[in-house]
């Protein structure tokens, strides 16, 4: 924010200040607990203590991704439409703001007037200059209608700073998300690619013994039809890895390729896996979404303020000064002719036909509205902070006990192959444990996704990802 809009700010503070009729501001109780959930589906925690979320330059390790996440906040266009609707109710707010003061105009004009002769024997042209500068209908704000209305102004302008801010933040999350699902998939991809190596080598190996008579037909067709269920596993997973690919681009707002998303597998720490979970729950006061919340329920509150004010009179002012000449050269000398107008103007509410008061309950019921929707945000964002609280924790465990299962598998399935090579197994035990270490791979990259996932969205959800100077004073 620059140092223009700062002072404008602050003037703004002062002059609305001063006595309105909205309703003292006292933040909702909190609707949740003060502390995460404790149980056995939850990370141990130590006492609380103040703690601090990292920058998401150090909470995301993989310099592929950082690159990515830098990308998308220079060119993605949500989030310039978030930026761009906080540059328009910034100037919303000090176009209201303008009302507080007097708007102030200098008028010159010139009027000829001629007569002709048939009137006066010669015919004679008179000119008059006159310049004036006066107040354009300024209303006296004696009950703070024009301050709340104010008020309710620059609480829409933080708002939308706060919209803008959680869009930031989801924004990163997304591409985190995203560049996971692209690794996923490209992982997936690689697995299928060794048992489809692994069963064409297979099915020449069944071929030779089918030749020397020592393996069936069905054997052999058996391994026919596993290697075209894999080269169409194949193929699926190729076209959803471009689709991922196409995914990154929207969100990075440039075309990418896969040349450009480099080497990176699934496995190579592309976050940091430990959080301050040992924050109380008040953190999330601190979160922008909670934070546009409250600010709208300020504004709501200025807007009851507004609508009291209006049972009562407005008093507008217009009035010019100025002066009046024959000659442009004497307009401002002394001989020059002074020439004023004062108009005050009162207006006092009778009969509306229940206007005014009608006006008054919606502004109230609107307060209760928006009372009801940020303790639905603080809920909703305790809930996003339990879960994966829950999913960080059951997802690290899921993860270690996959990695060992498919390592398991993994020499089984040798294991078996040297046995069939040897004419000690059937080809049959060999398929299954293709099938079953496809599966198990598989299943290994799903739990794997979905705990860097939870990483991310916990970090999200407790207010991660703003720069340090973007981040809101505590208080």
């Known amino acids: 924010m620059g140092k223009p809009l700062t002072l404008t700010l602050m003037l703004g503070v002062v002059l609305t200040s001063g006595c309105t009729m909205a309703p003292t501001y006292e933040r909702p109780v909190l609707p949740v607990d003060d502390a995460w959930p404790t149980s056995n ?53 000090q176009i209201q703001w303008a009302d507080l003061v007097p708007s102030i105009e200098a008028v010159g004009s010139l009027s000829r007037k001629g007569t002709p002769q048939n009137v006066n024997d010669g015919g ?6 006159t310049a004036t500068v006066g107040i354009t209908s300024y209303e006296l704000d004696l009950f703070g209608r024009v301050r709340s209305l104010t008020e309710n102004a620059l609480e829409t302008y933080f708002a939308t700073r706060e919209a803008q801010r959680a869009a930031h933040i989801s924004l990163i999350a997304q591409v985190a998300q995203g560049y996971v699902d692209y690794l ?18 297979a099915f020449k190996l069944v071929e030779a013994r089918v030749s020397q008579g020592s393996a069936s037909m069905a054997d052999l067709e058996s391994a ?79 807007n009851i303020g507004a609508a009291r004010a209006a049972f009562f009179p407005t008093i507008s002012l217009t009035g010019t000064a100025g002066f009046s000449s024959a000659e442009l050269s004497s307009l401002f000398s002394s001989g020059s002719r002074l020439a004023w107008t004062l108009a005050p103007q009162i207006n006092l509410p009778i009969f509306e036909g229940g206007r005014t008061v009608a006006g008054l ?21 305790f809930q996003e902070v339990a879960d994966n609280l829950a999913g960080v924790k059951g997802g690290k465990a899921r993860d270690d006990a996959q990695k ?31 099938q ?36 809101p004073d505590k208080g």
């Open 41 to 93: 589906a939850y990370p141990d925690r130590p006492a609380l203590q103040e703690a601090e979320l990292v920058s998401w330059q150090a909470f995301f390790k993989s310099p592929i991704l950082s690159r990515l996440i830098q990308d998308s906040l220079a060119n993605n266009r949500d989030l310039r439409v978030a930026v761009l609707n906080v540059e328009k109710t910034r100037a919303q707010y």
């Open 124 to 129: 004679t042209v008179r000119s008059t200059y």
């Open 184 to 201: 996923a998939q490209k992982k997936i991809l690689y697995a299928v690619g060794i048992i489809l190596e692994a069963q064409e080598n």
């Open 224 to 302: 026919r039809g596993d290697i075209e269920n894999a080269r169409a596993t194949v193929a699926q997973i190729t076209t959803q890895l471009a689709q991922s690919v196409n995914a990154l681009s929207l969100l990075v707002g440039k075309p990418l390729k896969e040349s450009d998303l480099g080497s990176e597998d699934l496995d190579d720490g592309l976050v940091q896996e430990v959080l301050p979970v040992n924050l109380p729950s008040k953190v999330l006061l601190a979160r922008p979404d909670v934070m546009q919340a409250e600010h709208t329920l300020r504004a709501a509150g200025a």
């Open 361 to 381: 309950e919606v502004a109230e019921a609107d307060q209760k509205i928006a009372v009801a929707d940020y303790e639905k945000a603080v809920q909703s964002a």
């Open 404 to 434: 060992k299962r498919l390592a398991a598998y993994m020499r089984a399935y040798e294991i078996a192959k040297s046995r069939y090579a040897h004419g000690v197994a059937s080809f049959t035990d060999v398929l299954v444990l293709q």
């Open 436 to 471: 079953t270490l496809l599966n198990a791979s598989v299943e290994y990259v799903t739990g794997r996704v979905s705990y860097l996932k939870s990483l991310v969205t916990l970090y999200k959800a407790l207010g991660g990802g703003l720069d340090k100077e973007e981040a």
